[in-house]
């Protein structure tokens, strides 16, 4: 099975106007691909896809502005309180899958300034040891 990619370039070169023939040779696709692609609707840019995801979906997701609610009233407050306060709401899921989405949610923290105080040439580097 091809790709998106493999399809939309056997798309490509059918609106080009390239007989089947030479579109299997260029693709190197087989000639019931290049017919069977051919007749298939066109493929969406991958920007233009819909992100799908695997799997069952989250049951933190439901609980997206509950927690963007909390955190904007008290943007410090500890996880787990975020955890106790989300369970009363009704969350039933893990904790690991609500840490994860506080974690997307939180506004990072400012690393701090480090100065070094003084003239460049009261700083060395002095190393002990070794073949030096």
Known sequence: MYGAMKRHEIQILKSAGL???EVVEISGASRRTVQRVAAEPA???LAEQPESRIG???????FRADIAEILGAEPDLPTMEILHRV???GYRGGKSALY???ALLRSPATAPMVR???LPDQRQLFLWGGDN
């Open 43 to 45: 493929v969406r840019a």
């Open 19 to 21: 007989r089947n023939r």
């Open 100 to 102: 994860n989405l506080v």
């Open 116 to 118: 070094f105080e003084g």
């Open 56 to 62: 069952r979906p989250s049951k933190v997701e439901g």
């Open 87 to 89: 369970r009363e709401r």
